[in-house]
């Protein structure tokens, strides 16, 4: 796993990122489990001209928060991260993979932050409208599985 990883970056490095790599997108951001991860997909993908693309950025800028010091430097991520994650689902209210990074997100904030309020929208608009997406079927399974873990826990 550790060679595709390092593969993938240095094939996003060297012939630069566009929305036909978003399936290494997709792959790279669910396996991101360390700070040198993060920063990784972050410095390959920040630049990239590709709005399918912002969710996943937007929400590993939020994950920025797991590793920052300080408590106010967390808040930091946190409310810029989801002042952009909303901006672009008011702008794209259906776009499928916004609405799952946002449960991914909302499922993992302590609740203490109050942004829990999507979970249940968000889980029932993916359900209802995963299937007619032109997603790749493999990523479709994914994201069912993962909508179905997270509905289990509310």
């Known amino acids: 796993m550790k060679w595709i990883t390092i593969v993938s970056y240095l094939s996003i490095y060297f012939f630069g990122l566009s929305c036909d790599m978003m399936q290494t997108v997709r792959t790279q951001y669910h396996a991101i489990e360390s700070k040198k991860q993060l920063d990784d ?4 993908t920040k630049s990239v001209n590709c709005t399918g693309l912002e969710p ?21 991520y946190f409310n810029t991260g989801k002042k952009k ?7 794209q209210p259906k776009n499928i993979e916004a609405r ?13 932050l109050g942004y829990k309020s999507n979970l249940e929208t ?3 608009f993916v359900k209802e409208n995963i299937k007619q997406s032109d997603l790749p079927k493999d990523y479709q399974e994914l994201i069912l599985k993962n909508i179905n873990l ?5």
């Open 41 to 44: 997909f972050l410095r390959y």
């Open 56 to 76: 996943y950025v937007i929400s590993a800028e939020m994950r920025q928060a797991v590793y920052a010091f300080l408590p106010t430097t967390k808040l930091k």
């Open 85 to 91: 994650l909303e901006k672009y689902i008011k702008d």
């Open 100 to 112: 799952y990074i946002r449960m991914l997100v909302q499922h993992e904030t302590p609740a203490i």
């Open 122 to 124: 968000d889980y029932n």
């Open 150 to 154: 997270i509905k289990k826990d509310l």
